[in-house]
């Protein structure tokens, strides 16, 4: 417990001197969009991760699982390095300096959001237990937010989590994405002459989510929320970015 805490506060020494150094100030804006790029992926791999286990998390007959924060981050490892070619636990030199610092942050966060949702994915007799992606999307994003300056989010038209409700320029771009095909590449923007970028990466439904997405639009699901009558590839939401061109 001691070396866990140890380890957190020199992660979050080192997120401080990364914020007050020269590194930051100086990062140019391709390698912060390109940051704002690895974040996103690195968040929605997490996301994948979930959704690849729900089976198992929400098997009623299994106790302990096995779905540990250090399984989750060894297949968020590998899957990251699947679709960047980049090694987590042993980042290229080639990376920002940025980068090199906010993706750890992102990937603690994650597995701290898989190590505090233990009791519930291990409890025996419940089947849905409320860990689903976008749970813990959605709790992964506000812990690495809450300690930078970058902030992450899920965001949609119409979330089920008011907490995820977009702001006039998310809800702008969502209803522009929601109105032409699917496309896989992030939209961006400077804003503010320049000093802030916004990124928003497209999330679309896969044939998994429409269990409790898709159709009969209106009846519940499994959650208690009521169905979208979403389609596999109609736009689910997106992650949105925002990175500041240096600290404020």
Same mark, same amino acid.
């Given at each position: 417990?001691?070396?866990?805490?140890?380890?957190?506060?020199?992660?979050?020494?080192?997120?401080?001197?990364?914020?007050?150094?020269?590194?930051?100030?100086?990062?140019?804006?391709?390698?912060?969009?390109?940051?704002?790029?690895?974040?996103?992926?690195?968040?929605?791999?997490?996301?994948?991760? &979930?959704?690849?286990? *729900?089976?198992? /998390? %929400?098997?009623?007959? !299994? +106790?302990? #699982?096995? $779905?540990? =924060?250090?399984? @989750?981050?060894?297949?968020?490892?590998?899957?990251?390095?699947?679709?960047?070619?980049?090694?987590?636990?042993?980042?290229?030199?080639?990376?920002?300096?940025?980068?090199?610092?906010?993706?750890?942050?992102?990937?603690?966060?994650?597995?701290?959001? &898989?190590?505090?949702? *233990?009791?519930? /994915? %291990?409890?025996?007799? !419940? +089947?849905? #237990?409320? $860990?689903? =992606?976008?749970? @813990?999307?959605?709790?992964?994003?506000?812990?690495?937010?809450?300690?930078?300056?970058?902030?992450?989010?899920?965001?949609?038209?119409?979330?089920?989590?008011?907490?995820?409700?977009?702001?006039?320029?998310?809800?702008?771009?969502?209803?522009?994405?929601?109105?032409?095909?699917?496309?896989?590449?992030?939209?961006?923007?400077?804003?503010?002459?320049?000093?802030?970028?916004?990124?928003?990466?497209?999330?679309?439904?896969?044939?998994?989510?429409?269990?409790?997405?898709?159709?009969?639009?209106?009846?519940?699901?499994?959650?208690?929320?009521?169905?979208?009558?979403?389609?596999?590839?109609?736009?689910?939401?997106?992650?949105?970015?925002?990175?500041?061109?240096?600290?404020?």
């Amino acid at each position: 417990m001691i070396s866990r805490a140890v380890s957190f506060i020199s992660l979050s020494l080192a997120f401080f001197l990364v914020w007050s150094g020269i590194g930051w100030a100086q990062a140019t804006r391709e390698e912060i969009e390109k940051t704002a790029q690895h974040l996103a992926t690195l968040l929605n791999v997490g996301r994948l991760i &979930v959704e690849r286990n *729900q089976t198992l /998390i %929400n098997d009623p007959r !299994i +106790g302990d #699982k096995g $779905f540990t =924060p250090e399984v @989750f981050e060894h297949a968020v490892v590998d899957e990251f390095i699947r679709q960047t070619t980049i090694d987590l636990e042993q980042l290229p030199s080639h990376l920002s300096s940025l980068a090199k610092e906010l993706l750890p942050v992102l990937l603690q966060s994650s597995k701290e959001v &898989v190590a505090d949702a *233990q009791l519930v /994915i %291990n409890q025996r007799g !419940i +089947g849905y #237990k409320n $860990f689903v =992606p976008a749970t @813990f999307g959605s709790q992964a994003a506000r812990k690495f937010s809450n300690r930078s300056y970058v902030k992450i989010k899920q965001t949609a038209l119409n979330p089920r989590n008011l907490k995820n409700t977009p702001d006039a320029y998310e809800e702008n771009v969502l209803k522009r994405l929601a109105t032409q095909p699917a496309v896989d590449t992030s939209i961006t923007e400077w804003i503010d002459n320049g000093k802030t970028l916004r990124a928003l990466t497209p999330l679309y439904y896969l044939p998994d989510c429409l269990a409790c997405h898709g159709k009969p639009k209106g009846i519940l699901d499994i959650s208690g929320y009521p169905r979208e009558g979403a389609q596999e590839g109609d736009l689910a939401g997106a992650i949105s970015i925002q990175i500041p061109m240096k600290s404020q």
